[in-house]
């Protein structure tokens, strides 16, 4: 089962650049890359209802006509 500290302890490793992740719990998990760091992250966040996306940023605009 897994939690939300367990997202942000993932969150935090990938941030740092880190590939050895421990949880809460006391599991210990050695990634072979970001993109199965990030895999786990977002399968995580589904299993808890969360979202992964990346915030999304919104630039105005406007124009003399």
Do not use: C, H
């Not at 969150?11 to 880190?18: D, F, R, S, Y």
């Not at 421990?22 to 979202?51: H, K, P, Q």
């Amino acid at each position: 089962m897994w939690t939300e500290a367990d997202l942000a302890t993932l969150n935090q490793a990938i941030a740092t650049g880190a590939s050895k992740v421990r949880f809460a719990d006391g599991r210990e998990v050695t990634y072979r890359s970001l993109a199965d760091m990030r895999s786990t992250r977002d399968e995580i966040a589904a299993a808890l209802g969360l979202t992964a996306e990346a915030p999304r940023t919104t630039y105005a605009s406007y124009s003399r006509d």
